[in-house]
């Protein structure tokens, strides 16, 4: 006998009751951190509804307080929206949040969860990191590709320059300058298989920035079965498997034939990982495990960059006396060069206070990366129940009042005024890549990647919105892990210094 469509949808209420029910009887019984009321079967989800989650959070918090218990369907979440509260996750008790709870983009674009960004913290973690921190993403490493960002800057600036007068889109022009420097630095001069790369990658970023309903209720079969995000994540991650097997081939191909005039080549990451495969680890550093430390460097190190840049650029266009003291200082500093020169970035104070100014108002990611309580433990005196979902709003900490003076104006002289205040972690008032054992490995990779293509733009143009344009730029942000402009920055260049042939 088949089975009629209202019986399906009977069983489903049926068991969605039975889920609710379980939960509610749970969480009754413990001292959990106050949040706004629950519904039957969806718990929070509505109060994320409309705004940007990062904004609706935010909201929340300040009625409920900055530690704050949510009910995404199935699943129990803590939002963390202070400095105090988020020193108690990442710092007192950061051993117990070090691992991330399972996220679906990441358990099929990662391998199952077995790269840096996702995977469970223990000893293969702490020694794929460990590589990173000191061999790929290490300062020694990010100075060895200064020769090849530099080049990549110029070629950007050569374009723009033959573009003058005319309205660019600084935003496509920007990242894709900036993927081209990384994949080159992560992949050597494979151009076909970077390029093909791309769209994957970025199509994969945006599938894993929302909500799918299978991973809200993991309990129900069905919902998994049924999950078109989860069918087209798959389709991506085989497409990508491919290309990234095909890298790992030739480059190992490349090695057995290679001679010694080839000794002072430039190595890419891709060499670097092939090495310690070789030279042996405490762990087996498998092909599946390189193209994992591959694809979170192309990810987050094109993304995360780029859109800092592009925030930067719109903020001085908003605010022209900030972006006029930055040039005059870049162009006094260059002027004798007739370049921009990586190694004297590190004289330009007021440069590195916008880079600053753009992390504290626009972190790369507003929420930071979801942590996992290990063992049930107390934070201010409320239960964290294990497996509970950790959620710190970097962008909300960002701009607390309580450390902030004008906290939503673009302000770079207050890293002028206060020196000491970095975004290393150990501040957490300012945390735009984290703290902690799970902190970004790359914020030297990424500052560099954003300060040098800054001063380029600044140096060589000066910038103006094109004719008929609205004279207000529109800073909405839009839907995304990195809330990056809504509308892209098209902008109009003219030529102060022009850039070398």
């Not at 902030?404 to 206060?418: L, M, V």
Request: proline letters at 6%; a negative charge; glycine letters at 6%.
């Amino acid at each position: 006998m088949d089975i009629q469509f209202p019986s399906l949808v009977s069983l489903f209420l049926f068991f969605s009751t039975l889920i609710f029910f379980k939960f509610k009887s749970k969480n009754s019984t413990r001292n959990l951190p106050p949040g706004p009321w629950k519904l039957p079967l969806i718990g929070n989800l509505h109060n994320l509804m409309g705004a940007l989650p990062h904004r609706a959070l935010h909201q929340l918090a300040l009625k409920h307080g900055p530690l704050m218990h949510l009910q995404l369907g199935e699943l129990s979440a803590v939002i963390v929206s202070s400095p105090e509260t988020a020193k108690e996750v990442m710092k007192t008790h950061d051993l117990n949040f070090a691992s991330r709870p399972p996220i679906l983009a990441a358990e099929i674009m990662g391998y199952g969860c077995t790269n840096i960004t996702f995977g469970p913290y223990g000893d293969h973690w702490r020694q794929l990191r460990k590589i990173c921190t000191l061999e790929l993403l290490s300062v020694k490493r990010v100075k060895s590709f200064r020769a090849l960002r530099e080049q990549v800057c110029s070629d950007l600036a050569r374009w723009i320059a033959s573009m003058e007068g005319t309205a660019v889109n600084l935003t496509e022009k920007v990242y894709a300058s900036t993927y081209a420097f990384t994949a080159t630095a992560a992949l050597g001069k494979m151009r076909k298989e970077r390029e093909d790369l791309l769209p994957l990658i970025k199509e994969s970023i945006g599938l894993g920035a929302g909500f799918d309903i299978a991973e809200l209720y993991p309990s129900i079969t069905l919902f998994r079965m049924m999950s078109r995000v989860r069918r087209r994540l798959s389709e991506l991650h085989e497409e990508a498997d491919k290309i990234f097997q095909k890298i790992i081939d030739d480059h190992k191909v490349a090695d057995s034939v290679k001679n010694g005039d080839e000794s002072d080549k430039q190595e890419d990451l891709v060499d670097v990982l092939l090495k310690f495969q070789d030279d042996g680890l405490d762990i087996s550093l498998t092909d599946n495990n390189i193209k994992t430390v591959i694809l979170d460097v192309l990810a987050a190190g094109s993304e995360t960059s780029s859109t800092t840049v592009d925030w930067a650029m719109a903020e001085m266009l908003k605010n022209p006396g900030i972006m006029k003291r930055a040039q005059d200082e870049v162009r006094h500093l260059f002027d004798e060069k007739g370049h921009v020169d990586e190694s004297l970035i590190h004289e330009l104070p007021y440069l590195k206070s916008v880079v600053k100014e753009t992390l504290r108002m626009h972190p790369p990611l507003p929420l930071l990366l979801p942590r996992k309580c290990g063992d049930t433990c107390q934070i201010n005196g409320y239960e964290i129940a294990e497996n509970t979902k950790i959620i710190v709003n970097a962008w909300a900490i960002n701009r607390d009042p309580k450390y902030w003076k004008d906290g939503e104006c673009f302000q770079p002289q207050r890293f002028i005024d206060d020196e000491v205040v970095d975004y290393k972690g150990s501040h957490f008032e300012y945390i735009p890549f984290g703290a902690g054992r799970r902190q970004c490995p790359g914020i030297s990779f990424g500052i560099a990647n954003v300060e040098l293509p800054l001063a380029m733009l600044l140096y060589h143009f000066d910038w103006s919105l094109p004719a008929g344009e609205k004279t207000t730029l529109d800073m909405e942000e839009g839907w995304g892990v990195t809330a990056a402009r809504i509308q892209d920055l098209c902008v109009v260049p003219l030529i102060i210094t022009r850039p070398l042939p």
